[in-house]
């Protein structure tokens, strides 16, 4: 007989302890940790996934293969439809991959992938399984976002059994569940949305992709701190983990990939919501950007790096005398601990004290820049604020900023020269090493080798 064993799951990481305790010492959550039977037994979840694969002719696992004898042929891509989409997945859909698609509600994730199945059905069997809204809802959707439904395959499930169950009989080329979070397998007690119900029905998904060869999309939400809904878990069983953003105006929305087996990270793909759906950004190099006529004291625009095109946004900054004994230190969009850094190596290396200041830093659109190009147009904004002067009208910068107070080169700076230009800047900073081979008319480009070299540009 298959014992069972009482263990403790936090719901918000994963972590799991041998007793209760009331704050979770992974992520610090409190009060998120309960209890869960697990049973030695071949767990509920695979057996679903198992019972459904009986149609499928798939590898055994008890064979060995040579690596290169390996039949590649199965996993071409498939386009989705969008290139956006496809540059995020790394180039389109590989089969029997399994992708995580997160982000808060509203943020377009069921119209995506809605949108995706009107196009992908015009080639490829397609199956759409939606757990939270009715048919109706998603056919009054579709209709109103003028997808041509012929040939989309809908049911409206929220059994993982049955999903895989019609899955193995229909034999589409690209499942969707919507969403992860109300979905329950057959034999766990738990609630959906619990852990162990996410896991396991995440791990018989996985398990079908794998072996069914059928790529896998599953929605999934994601809590208020940005974190997938309880199961940190998810992210480690699925080949790809995008999510999807919407800006603080909510005009438009990024899809950023996490985690991808099959292609680089940090790629974005980026859409506009308008009333008629979802519409590709193709050229997104500018949109970030604020052209104001007046320029204001504090704000800079930057050329990021993200994934392989570069993207201009506008970073704003303001410092102001503290009346806390602890001036406040807040960075929206940009790394804080790397804030604090540079406030540092500004007090030591150029004899700029902000200590009795607060500094807040801002990225505007709600986009989040992981790039350390914003080093330079971070500091000049914060010179240009706690001076009251604006930086002049079509400045551009970028660079990165070392411990020691001198200023490196980033990759791609003639790119990202090139794409300024492109967008009308004439005054561009850059870091010494970036210094670009060929001059540009009317384009003054400012070479910069230490931090106490900004000072004389504002
Ligand atoms: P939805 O795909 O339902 O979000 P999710 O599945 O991620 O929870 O998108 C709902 C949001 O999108 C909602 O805030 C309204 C907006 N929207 C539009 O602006 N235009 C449209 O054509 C559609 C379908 C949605
Ligand atoms: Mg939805």
Redo the contacts with the bound molecule.
């Keep these: 007989m298959a014992k069972s064993k009482s263990i403790y799951i936090c719901s918000a990481c994963g972590a799991r302890y041998p007793r209760w305790q009331g704050i979770c010492s992974e992520c610090g959550e409190a009060a998120s940790i309960s209890e869960v039977i697990e049973s030695s037994a071949p767990s509920a979840g695979s057996k679903a996934a198992a019972r459904a694969l009986s149609g499928f002719a798939g590898a055994t696992e008890n064979t060995v293969y040579d690596l290169s004898g390996v039949d590649l042929t199965s996993k071409q891509r498939v386009s989705t439809g969008y290139s956006e989409f496809d540059r995020v997945l790394g180039g389109g859909i590989v089969a029997g991959s399994v992708v995580l698609i997160g982000?808060?509600?509203?943020?377009?994730?069921?119209?995506?992938?809605?949108q995706t199945v009107g196009k992908l059905c015009q080639s490829h069997k397609v199956l759409y399984v939606t757990g939270?809204?009715s048919l109706q809802q998603v056919a009054i959707?579709a209709n109103?976002?003028k997808i041509n439904s012929n040939g989309i395959k809908i049911a409206a499930q929220t059994s993982i059994d049955q999903i895989c169950q019609m899955a193995g009989e229909l034999k589409p080329e690209v499942l969707i569940v919507?969403?992860i979070q109300v979905m329950h397998v057959d034999g766990i007690e738990s609630a959906p949305g619990s852990v162990s119900q996410v896991r396991e029905g995440a791990a018989a998904l996985t398990q079908f992709a794998k072996k069914s060869n059928i790529a896998v999309f599953m929605?999934g939400?994601v809590t208020k701190d940005g974190t997938l809904a309880g199961p940190k878990i998810l992210e480690h069983c699925v080949d790809c983990s995008v999510i999807?953003e919407a800006g603080t105006d909510?005009r438009y929305r990024t899809l950023r990939c996490q985690k991808n087996r099959f292609g680089a990270v940090n790629e974005i793909g980026v859409f506009a919501?308008?009333?008629?759906?979802?519409v590709e950004v193709k050229n997104p190099s500018a949109i970030f950007l604020n052209r104001q006529e007046q320029v204001a004291p504090g704000s800079l625009a930057m050329v990021t790096w993200e994934g392989t095109r570069p993207l201009l946004v506008e970073l704003q900054s303001l410092v102001d005398s503290s009346i806390f004994n602890n001036p406040r230190r807040l960075s929206l969009g940009t790394d804080q601990n790397r804030l604090s850094m540079i406030l540092s190596v500004l007090h030591r290396h150029a004899g700029f004290a902000l200590a009795d200041q607060d500094v807040f830093v801002n990225i505007v659109g709600g986009l989040k820049i992981e790039d350390t190009s914003a080093d330079v147009p971070l500091v000049l904004a914060l010179i240009s604020s706690f001076k009251n002067k604006p930086i002049d009208k079509g400045t551009i910068a970028f660079g990165e900023i070392g411990l020691t107070g001198e200023i490196r080169p980033v990759a791609y700076g003639q790119e990202r020269i090139s794409e300024a230009v492109k967008q009308g800047f004439v005054k561009i900073i850059v870091p010494y090493d970036n210094a670009p081979r060929k001059k540009e008319n009317g384009v003054q480009v400012i070479t910069v080798r230490r931090v106490s070299d900004l000072f004389n540009l504002i």
């Excluded at 982000?103 to 809605?114: D, R």
């Design positions: 982000g808060n509600p509203g943020a377009g994730k069921s119209t995506l992938l809605l939270e809204e959707r109103r976002l919507d969403s929605i939400h999807l909510m919501m308008t009333d008629g759906g979802l």
